[in-house]
């Protein structure tokens, strides 16, 4: 069997202006940039930009990016934000338990809304899916059976040498809930996955994942993307609590919550890409 190939970790940076880390592997730069949450000015330029209200905390200044020859993939705040719904109907179905906090927020943005429908997704639910900035030849990704995410070589233990897990952005929808928007990455031997993660609670309604992984076995000449959405009632995850456990903290556990939810996805799509050889 064939040694891997050397590799070259990255780490660059400073925390005030931004820590990146990396890795060159296969002929793939793969890095992670961390940096403080964006300040009231960028803040008022997201809101100027998008027409919303944004997330109580945005990093819009982190992102990830995978880079082979001509082809460059990479995921950011901006980019998510841009994909919000800010349909006056976008939360027809959706109602949180208590109103008080949110009306106090459409009062403060001069907005008069009933029962908490607002003229923008305020759990700021994305379809977003990364951006790919450039591919060989103009190339976009293209419905497909295969090839898939490697479960099984994911699962096998070998060696990591690459992690880290970034934010995008967050928001505890006024105490009735969460909304967050993370990047996780893994390098191994034999392949690399970037897993990004809405995770969205609205206590006493609704508990919604939308996963995105692109994935790639080195030797390959793809780049697989998965895109699976499900959901389902607060109260049916709430009853799979452990009995007689009172702690609720598992109900913002994003892994726990990803296993509890139903097999049956809401929205599931596989795409590849024909990347450089």
Not at 44 to 58: A, L
Not at 86 to 92: A, D, F, G, I, L
Not at 158 to 183: H, Q
Not at 199 to 227: A, M, Q
Request: glycine content about 4%.
């Amino acid at each position: 069997m064939d040694s891997p190939a050397p590799f070259k970790l990255i780490n660059e940076g400073d925390a005030r202006n931004g820590l990146f880390k990396g890795i060159v592997y296969n002929g793939w730069t793969i890095t992670s940039k961390k940096a403080p949450i964006c300040n009231s000015v960028e803040m008022d330029n997201i809101q100027k930009n998008f027409g919303i209200p944004p997330p109580e905390m945005v990093f819009g200044n982190n992102h990830v990016t995978i880079k082979k020859g001509e082809t460059e993939y990479i995921w950011n705040a901006y980019d998510a934000l841009s994909l919000i719904d800010t349909s006056s109907n976008s939360n027809e179905c959706i109602r949180v338990a208590y109103a008080k906090e949110w009306t106090q927020k459409s009062t403060a943005n001069h907005t008069d809304i009933k029962n908490i429908i607002k003229p923008y997704d305020w759990t700021y639910s994305t379809v977003y899916k990364g951006t790919l900035v450039s591919s060989k030849d103009g190339r976009t990704f293209e419905a497909a059976e295969d090839p898939y995410v490697d479960i099984q070589l994911l699962m096998k233990p070998d060696p990591i040498y690459l992690y880290d897990e970034t934010i995008l952005y967050e928001d505890e929808l006024a105490d009735n809930g969460t909304a967050i928007l993370s990047i996780r990455l893994r390098v191994m031997p034999l392949c690399f996955l970037v897993l990004q993660r809405f995770f969205l609670r609205v206590d006493d309604v609704l508990f919604r994942i939308r996963d995105t992984r692109l994935y790639h076995e080195f030797g390959s000449k793809y780049l697989v993307r998965e895109y699976t959405s499900k959901e389902d009632h607060f109260n049916n995850i709430r009853k799979r609590l452990p009995v007689g456990k009172t702690d609720l903290s598992l109900l913002n556990d994003p892994n726990w919550v990803s296993q509890m939810l139903p097999k049956e996805l809401t929205m599931f799509c596989r795409e590849r890409l024909l990347i450089d050889a």
